[in-house]
């Protein structure tokens, strides 16, 4: 059968391939009780609240969302001290992405991201035939090249993808070299600070973008229910940026991206403090559950700021992946970033670090 050839651009992009679901692994290994600590997921679950206000939407159910979002735009203009019309809605900050390039580039405009770092800013930039230079982090601390950014601009960039804290080392960029940093891009090009792992950072020198924002620049923060709210399987994020990036946005975006339930869910999981406060604090005992564990094993975690860890196993991450995976843990290997021997870790509960880390322990005993 002939079929008409799809756009050339398309012909380097290969279908994402998302970690397997907890029910796919215990239905290939016939294991029960696997834990997935792979997504940057909250083990906490979703915020009881927004569970809450999902259940009491689900009757009008035949109704299309609100396509302008106009509850929850106000719900976070108020907690962000934004106007309303610099908030722009998407099915997930996925989406938002790939709303970025379809409103901006054209074939042969350029972005420029941190590597190694989040897959979905090559995936977008492919989409519309647009060429993406990586800049690489620090070897040794991850710590950003924004000397090495700046020295990539030229007059077909478009886009800068700064993710803080960083997917997949955690790793973060401080206010001042933000501020630093922001002076010196031309007024053409935007800063996309990618801030899906915001809430978990408790750094107070973690920027928020906001001041640039407000000050008129050129920047969009880019933020999530996914991860610190529990509500990844909804799909909603955000953009904060100025009045005028949110309006282009709005013409690539379909009136309903944004599911009602999705939309309801988010204003109460703004105000669900407890959910959130409980959240950071699994973070922050997990990250010292894991160190500690690390250490006994001669390991140790790249710093982080998130709700993950990138850590330097010192064996074949595809290999310590399959290992840990018939003991019933999902983790991310590190080679897909260009990391062959390390792995990303979701910091789970007390019980899941435990079970990890006893994996571990025994896997690299098996692999060395
Ligand atoms: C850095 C980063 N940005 C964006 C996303 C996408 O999140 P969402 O679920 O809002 O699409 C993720 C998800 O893992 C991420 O790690």
């Known amino acids: 059968m002939s079929k008409p050839e799809m756009r050339s651009c398309l012909q380097v992009i290969k279908p994402y391939q998302p970690g397997k679901p907890v029910e796919e692994v215990e239905r290939e290994l016939g294991l029960k009780g696997v834990i997935k600590m792979a997504s940057n997921e909250n083990p906490m679950g979703p915020a009881p609240l927004a569970v809450k206000a999902m259940r009491e939407k689900a009757d009008q159910m035949h109704i299309y969302p609100d396509g302008n979002a106009y509850y929850l735009k106000n719900a976070l203009s108020a907690k962000l001290g934004v106007s309303p019309d610099q908030l722009v809605f998407g099915n997930g900050s996925d989406e938002l992405i790939s709303f970025l390039t379809l409103t901006y580039i054209n074939p042969g405009d350029e972005a420029i991201m941190i590597s190694p770092s989040f897959s979905e800013y090559v995936f977008a930039m492919r989409l519309m035939g647009g060429e993406i230079r990586k800049v690489p982090l620090k070897e040794g601390s991850f710590k950003f090249d924004l000397e090495g950014i700046l020295n990539e601009i030229n007059e077909k960039t478009r886009l800068i993808f700064l993710c803080s804290p960083n997917n997949p080392t955690g790793t973060t960029i401080s206010k001042k070299d933000l501020a630093g940093f922001v002076e010196k891009i031309p007024p053409k090009v935007i800063l996309v600070l990618d801030q899906a792992y915001h809430e978990f950072a408790t750094d107070p020198e973690h920027p928020d973008g906001m001041e640039y924002i407000n000050e008129g620049y050129p920047v969009i923060s880019l933020r999530t229910f996914s991860k610190i709210y529990g509500l990844a399987g909804l799909r909603i994020g955000y953009g904060i940026t100025i009045p005028e990036i949110a309006a282009d946005i709005n013409r ?109 322990k025994e896997v690299l005993q098996e692999l060395r």
């Open 252 to 360: 690539v975006r379909e009136p309903f991206n944004v599911n009602a339930m999705a939309q309801a869910a988010a204003i109460a999981a703004l105000e669900d403090k407890d959910h959130l406060e409980r959240s950071r604090q699994m973070v922050s005992s997990a990250r010292k559950q894991l160190a500690a564990g690390f250490a006994e094993m001669g390991l140790k975690a790249v710093p982080d700021q998130a709700n993950f860890c990138f850590v330097d196993v010192k064996v074949d991450s595809r290999m310590a992946f399959e290992a840990l995976l018939k003991k019933g843990v999902i983790v991310r290997t590190g080679d897909i970033f260009g990391f062959p021997t390390h792995l990303r870790v979701t910091y789970g509960t007390g019980e899941q670090n435990k079970r990890f880390l006893a994996a571990l």
